[in-house]
């Protein structure tokens, strides 16, 4: 099984959309982001590879993935299979450009 690590860029950007959902659609609504984020880190750490490769990434080194929650988001990862870690690098909300979203992971 895999160990899932989160960047610090990701996992701001995360506590700030768990807090404006919280702000905008109430406590429901942020309890469901925490319950997306333990059942995607629980299923990619059981299988890294079963998401799909990120199209926007393809031309990079890594084989980025990603994995839409929430009906609009995508969180974007890269397996690294010799360490078995899964980093988590951003979280995309896909009504944003998605050529300014694939800039932003270097």
Excluded at 2 to 18: M, P
């Amino acid at each position: 099984m895999a160990k899932v690590i989160w960047t610090v860029k990701a996992d701001r950007l995360f506590d700030k959309y768990v807090f404006n959902a919280f702000l905008e659609y109430g406590q429901k609504t942020s309890k469901k982001w925490m319950q997306e984020r333990i059942f995607f880190a629980d299923c990619v750490a059981k299988h890294p590879e079963s998401y799909v490769l990120e199209p926007l990434l393809t031309e990079r080194k890594r084989q980025y993935r990603s994995c839409m929650i929430l009906g609009r988001f995508k969180i974007v990862y890269y397996y690294a299979k010799s360490s078995e870690i899964v980093h988590v690098v951003d979280i995309w909300d896909m009504l944003m450009n998605p050529i300014k979203l694939s800039n932003r992971i270097k």
